[in-house]
């Protein structure tokens, strides 16, 4: 797991998630999302499910709007 401290947690609302991307880990069940190459919201993957399945489904929609 990594440490949380660099998250800017008020910040988070000024990122347009639609730039963002989603990279998972499925050794050490991480989920990280990252803006212009930073992370910036990390989770476990078995903990943030609901954080996951949302993710996943605003990446097709965009991939779906992008085409």
Do not use: Q
């Not at 998630?17 to 910036?40: A, P």
């Not at 476990?44 to 992008?66: E, P, V």
Request: proline content about 3%; aromatic content about 18%; some cysteine.
């Amino acid at each position: 797991m990594k440490p949380t401290t660099y998250i800017n947690w008020d910040g988070l609302k000024d990122i347009p998630f639609f730039y963002c991307e989603t990279k998972e880990d499925e050794e050490n069940k991480d989920f990280d999302i990252y803006y212009m190459d930073k992370l910036v919201l990390h989770d476990y993957n078995h903990c943030g499910h609901y954080l996951y399945t949302a993710t996943l489904l605003f990446s097709k929609i965009r991939n779906i709007t992008a085409d």
